[in-house]
Every structure is written in structure tokens, then in C-alpha cells.
């Protein structure tokens, strides 16, 4: 069964860090480009960062440049993000999601709050 | 960092046919940008319905299907279900940093 399971969300302080993990299963999960989305609840989706397939290449949305890294461990068939400089308006459900050719594959999300 | 747009909400009636569009603040959307189309439905993870302008996903059913049209990516529904009732999100490549649109909130009634 193919399956990608978030896990690290949780409630952290203005400033904190946090990382979170992704675990593949099912899928070949190298060949996969991987994104993290985001969710404030009740709003949009908002596209976080990707990585390529071989950890080579990454990309940020300019509003966690600087404070998030996206990496990967293609032999744990895992995906990361970590996350520093954690501000209130980072709170969201993070989803991570695959991409290759026309096939995806996406998680259930993990909730992060930060918050005083 | 570009701003996707796209209408907030649209109504069509069960069978019926109805467009939501996707526009880029950077210009026309082409298939440069590769525009995806995801599904989401309250209280659940988004999934993908078209790929890269118009390439369906193996569970999209036929009723879906994606185009370029007057300088938006297009996603038009023909025949509405109840199922189909959800929000609709497009998603933009400007070389390797992703953009989502704000989302479309389907109606079938």
C-alpha cells in the first residue's frame, strides 16, 4: 500500500524549531520529486518547499527562505523539514507530497502550532 | 513571488458544465508553467487531478479535463456529481519555486 506519513508536528514557542519527517512506503520513493504544502485551517493551500530527486536541488517560498530546510534520505525513504525561527503565522498543517510524471502521492498532514 | 489567481467560488448544477480559470499576475499561462489542478474536500488531504495542463491522474475521472484557454489554465467539469463538490486549487512553476492559487470552492446545486 502506498502510503506518506508526516510526523513532528506539535506545539512550539515564537522562535522555536521543530523538524519533521515524511516516511515513504510502497512507491520508489528516489524517483520522486517531494514538496511540502501547507494549510492554515479553513484556508488555501500554500506550497512550501520541494526537493529533487537526489537532494541536489531545493527550493523555498520566499516566506520561510532563510529559517526552513528541506532534505532527504533517499535510503530511509524519508523527507524532512526543518524548521527554525518558528513564527505564530507558521501555523498550519504541513502536508508533504510526491511528484513523478503523472503520478502523486500525498499525506494526511501534520499540525503545527506555534504560539506562547 | 507571483500571485495565482483564480475565482473563489463557482455553482453548477448536477450534470451541468462549468470552467475555473487560472491566471498568472507574471502573464499568460502556458505550459511552461506547468499547471496542476488538485481536489480537496473538507476534512482531507488534497489530490491531484491534472497534471502539467491536462494529464489526468489514474483515479480523475473523465468528466475532468484541463486546457489553456485566453491566457489561464483551465480545468472544466462536464456532467457534475454531488462528489464533485469541493475545492478546486491550480499550482504554478516559475522556475522551481511553486505557487498555489487561492482555491475555488465548488458548488453543485
Known amino acids: 500500500e502506498v502510503q506518506l506519513l508526516e510526523s513532528g508536528g506539535g506545539l512550539v514557542q515564537p522562535g522555536g524549531s521543530l523538524r519533521l519527517s515524511c516516511a515513504a512506503s510502497?512507491?520508489?520513493?528516489?524517483?520522486?520529486?517531494m514538496h511540502w504544502v501547507r494549510q492554515v485551517p479553513g484556508k488555501g493551500l500554500v506550497w512550501v518547499s520541494r526537493?529533487?530527486?537526489?537532494?541536489?536541488?531545493?527550493t523555498y517560498a520566499d516566506s520561510v527562505k532563510g529559517r526552513f530546510t528541506i532534505s532527504r534520505d533517499n535510503a530511509k525513504n524519508t523527507v524532512y523539514l526543518q524548521m527554525n525561527g518558528l513564527r505564530v503565522e507558521d501555523t498550519a498543517m504541513y502536508f508533504c507530497?510526491?511528484?513523478?510524471?503523472?503520478?502523486?502521492?500525498w499525506g494526511q498532514g501534520t499540525l503545527v502550532s506555534v504560539a506562547s | 513571488q507571483a500571485v495565482v489567481t483564480q475565482e473563489p467560488s463557482l455553482t453548477v448544477s448536477p450534470g451541468g458544465t462549468v470552467t475555473l480559470t487560472c491566471a498568472s499576475s507574471?502573464?499568460?499561462?502556458?505550459?511552461?508553467?506547468?499547471p496542476y489542478w488538485f481536489q480537496q474536500r473538507p476534512g482531507q488531504a488534497p489530490r491531484t487531478l491534472l497534471y502539467?495542463?491536462?494529464n489526468r491522474d489514474s483515479w480523475t475521472p473523465a468528466r475532468f479535463s484541463g486546457s489553456l484557454l485566453g491566457g489561464k489554465a483551465a480545468l472544466t467539469l462536464s456532467g457534475a456529481q454531488p462528489e464533485d463538490e469541493a475545492e478546486y486549487y491550480c499550482?504554478?512553476?516559475?522556475?522551481?519555486?511553486?505557487?498555489f492559487g487561492g482555491g475555488t470552492k465548488l458548488t453543485v446545486l
Open positions: 510502497g512507491f520508489t520513493f528516489s524517483n520522486y520529486w
Open positions: 502539467e495542463t491536462n
Open positions: 499550482f504554478l512553476s516559475y522556475a522551481g519555486t511553486w505557487v
Open positions: 526537493i529533487n530527486r537526489d537532494g541536489s536541488s531545493t
Open positions: 507574471t502573464g499568460a499561462v502556458t505550459s511552461g508553467l506547468y
Open positions: 507530497a510526491g511528484f513523478y510524471g503523472t503520478t502523486s502521492f
